[in-house]
């Protein structure tokens, strides 16, 4: 009798079996996360000295894999699912989402054309109409997934510039003797993805106005208004504003309504980032945060910072697909199909060929919480993050440095940035919490963002006693 060949691929028994020891140990990982410090502790090349400098020629053990997990891979992370971490913007990979996530890998299609898997295409054009009506938006905005608001953002400009009329960017390029001196607008306040996308389209930094904000931080129309006059008289062509609903610092909302009039005005292409805040919109308490955006052309928010859905997931909105697909489309014979434009080819649509199956973990986020199970969770981080601005406000320690519409607040001691700094230091190396930072007014200033599943008001509450602690132990202030 001769031996059974070995199984090409680990075999089905064998998937079964590690599929329940891994899911065990996520299991295990999420109802106690609380066990690692928040921040990673390890210093850098920590991680690497563990790992063998080449390849493993034979196979390993799944056993030692598991094993390397805890005791190397571990300690080197930073617990972005912890219910403590205040850092950046908060997140949760939700439960559902990374079951969505299993069954993607498990899929492993290339949604590149509808006929790669029309269930691929057909889910992601309808979970971002649900989406939509979950924000409000109206009907004619066209959703896409991409991986990351930057991205989107990127995809916005390059449909911005694509709609100038009479300037034919991808047939001649941006560097011909025609070729306009582009200028787009954003606040001082952007995120610094909008830097990015105007250096990744060939706008360079000149291409790029930041506007002036208030004394909350939000865009000034009128500065806006001014800039655009001023370049129009110069000799520039201005072609595009980026406003933001909940900036990166203190989640400022620009007053989009008046942008939007003003674009409609000049004929520039609005692009709305609302990466993070974009979600609170969700609740009809709080859909006033997106008025003006049904005249945006286009607009992008992230499940994957506050709709608890893993990263990555951006979803992108766009008024006139026409322009992106102009941007974007072009087909080789081998990707051409029967089916031509009575369906969506999404690799028509942005610079990637290939695509992950990510419309699935967010079609089982919204089906496992319901709309009403993620506004009460939204709702509840709200709450949280004022409750938190309160004891702030009540403790003449510290001072509140901007407004908070959201789940994040700007705080600082009343101490000099030496000392704001050391506070955060010290918070962050006790492992207990993690806070970050920003500059605001010149000044060193701290951020407290809410955005976990499992966060609940007594991590709050510690994190406040921890803040007040050490705030205790730092000299110079
Ligand atoms: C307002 C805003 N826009 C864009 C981004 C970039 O997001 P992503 O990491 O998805 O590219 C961020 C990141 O925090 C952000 O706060």
Same mark, same amino acid.
Request: proline fraction near 7%; charge should be negative.
């Given at each position: 009798?001769?031996?059974?060949?070995?199984?090409?691929?680990?075999?089905?028994?064998?998937?079964?079996?590690?599929?329940?020891?891994?899911?065990?140990?996520?299991?295990?990982?999420?109802?106690?996360?609380?066990?690692?410090?928040?921040?990673?502790?390890?210093?850098?090349?920590?991680?690497?000295?563990?790992?063998?400098?080449?390849?493993?020629?034979?196979?390993?053990?799944?056993?030692?894999?598991?094993?390397?997990?805890?005791?190397?891979?571990?300690?080197?992370?930073?617990?972005?699912?912890?219910?403590?971490?205040?850092?950046?913007?908060?997140?949760?990979?939700?439960?559902?989402?990374?079951?969505?996530?299993?069954?993607?890998?498990?899929?492993?299609?290339?949604?590149?054309?509808?006929?790669?898997?029309?269930?691929?295409?057909?889910?992601?054009?309808?979970?971002?109409?649900?989406?939509?009506?979950?924000?409000?938006?109206?009907?004619?905005?066209?959703?896409?997934?991409?991986?990351?608001?930057?991205?989107?953002?990127?995809?916005?400009?390059?449909?911005?510039?694509?709609?100038?009329?009479?300037?034919?960017?991808?047939?001649?390029?941006?560097?011909?003797?025609?070729?306009?001196?582009?200028?787009?607008?954003?606040?001082?306040?952007?995120?610094?993805?909008?830097?990015?996308?105007?250096?990744?389209?060939?706008?360079?930094?000149?291409?790029?106005?930041?506007?002036?904000?208030?004394?909350?931080?939000?865009?000034?129309?009128?500065?806006?208004?001014?800039?655009?006059?001023?370049?129009?008289?110069?000799?520039?062509?201005?072609?595009?504003?980026?406003?933001?609903?909940?900036?990166?610092?203190?989640?400022?909302?620009?007053?989009? =309504?008046? @942008?939007? &009039?003003?674009? +409609?005005?000049?004929? /520039?292409?609005?692009?709305?980032? %609302? $990466?993070?805040?974009?979600?609170?919109?969700?609740?009809?308490?709080?859909?006033?945060?997106?008025?003006?955006?049904?005249?945006?052309?286009?607009?992008?928010?992230?499940?994957?910072?506050?709709?608890?859905?893993?990263?990555?997931?951006?979803?992108?909105?766009?008024?006139?697909?026409?322009?992106?697909?102009?941007?974007?489309?072009?087909?080789?014979?081998?990707?051409?199909?029967?089916?031509?434009?009575?369906?969506?080819?999404?690799?028509?649509?942005?610079?990637?060929?290939?695509?992950?199956?990510?419309?699935?973990?967010?079609?089982?986020?919204?089906?496992?919480?319901?709309?009403?199970?993620?506004? =009460?969770? @939204?709702? &509840?981080?709200? +709450?949280?993050?004022? /409750?938190?601005?309160?004891?702030? %406000? $009540?403790?003449?320690?510290?001072?509140?440095?901007?407004?908070?519409?959201?789940?994040?607040?700007?705080?600082?001691?009343?101490?000099?940035?030496?000392?704001?700094?050391?506070?955060?230091?010290?918070?962050?190396?006790?492992?207990?919490?993690?806070?970050?930072?920003?500059?605001?007014?010149?000044?060193?200033?701290?951020?407290?963002?809410?955005?976990?599943?499992?966060?609940?008001?007594?991590?709050?509450?510690?994190?406040?006693?921890?803040?007040?602690?050490?705030?205790?132990?730092?000299?110079?202030?």
């Amino acid at each position: 009798m001769t031996d059974k060949p070995p199984s090409p691929d680990m075999s089905p028994e064998e998937f079964r079996e590690w599929g329940h020891r891994f899911v065990d140990w996520v299991a295990d990982y999420l109802a106690h996360p609380e066990r690692y410090p928040v921040l990673s502790q390890v210093k850098p090349g920590d991680i690497r000295r563990q790992l063998p400098p080449a390849p493993p020629l034979k196979p390993e053990p799944m056993e030692a894999m598991l094993g390397d997990l805890d005791n190397i891979i571990v300690p080197g992370i930073t617990h972005w699912n912890h219910p403590a971490f205040f850092a950046y913007f908060a997140v949760t990979g939700s439960g559902p989402g990374i079951l969505g996530e299993l069954l993607s890998a498990g899929f492993n299609v290339n949604g590149m054309l509808w006929r790669t898997s029309p269930a691929f295409t057909e889910l992601e054009e309808h979970v971002l109409d649900w989406l939509r009506q979950m924000l409000g938006l109206p009907p004619d905005f066209k959703g896409i997934v991409y991986d990351t608001a930057s991205t989107s953002t990127f995809h916005a400009l390059a449909a911005a510039r694509e709609a100038i009329t009479g300037y034919d960017v991808s047939e001649q390029g941006i560097a011909g003797p025609d070729a306009p001196r582009l200028r787009m607008y954003t606040s001082s306040q952007a995120h610094s993805s909008v830097d990015k996308a105007a250096m990744a389209i060939g706008l360079g930094r000149r291409g790029i106005v930041k506007i002036p904000v208030d004394r909350e931080f939000r865009m000034d129309p009128v500065a806006l208004e001014a800039a655009i006059k001023t370049d129009l008289a110069d000799g520039w062509k201005p072609f595009c504003v980026s406003a933001t609903i909940g900036t990166t610092s203190t989640t400022s909302i620009d007053p989009v =309504a008046e @942008i939007a &009039e003003i674009c +409609r005005r000049y004929g /520039l292409w609005l692009h709305v980032d %609302a $990466a993070y805040a974009g979600a609170a919109a969700i609740l009809p308490e709080m859909r006033w945060i997106l008025e003006g955006c049904e005249n945006a052309d286009s607009f992008v928010m992230n499940p994957h910072k506050w709709l608890f859905t893993p990263v990555d997931f951006s979803a992108f909105y766009c008024r006139r697909p026409d322009v992106l697909k102009r941007a974007f489309s072009l087909t080789p014979e081998y990707l051409k199909t029967a089916e031509g434009d009575s369906v969506t080819n999404f690799m028509d649509y942005g610079i990637q060929l290939g695509r992950r199956f990510r419309s699935l973990k967010f079609w089982m986020v919204v089906r496992y919480f319901g709309v009403e199970g993620l506004q =009460a969770r @939204i709702r &509840e981080h709200i +709450r949280l993050g004022k /409750l938190f601005a309160s004891w702030v %406000a $009540a403790d003449s320690r510290f001072e509140v440095a901007a407004p908070a519409p959201f789940s994040v607040v700007c705080f600082r001691l009343k101490a000099d940035d030496a000392a704001n700094q050391k506070l955060m230091d010290r918070v962050n190396a006790s492992g207990k919490i993690f806070i970050s930072h920003t500059r605001l007014n010149d000044r060193l200033t701290l951020r407290f963002a809410i955005g976990n599943l499992r966060t609940t008001e007594d991590h709050v509450r510690m994190a406040w006693d921890l803040i007040g602690e050490f705030r205790g132990q730092t000299p110079n202030s």
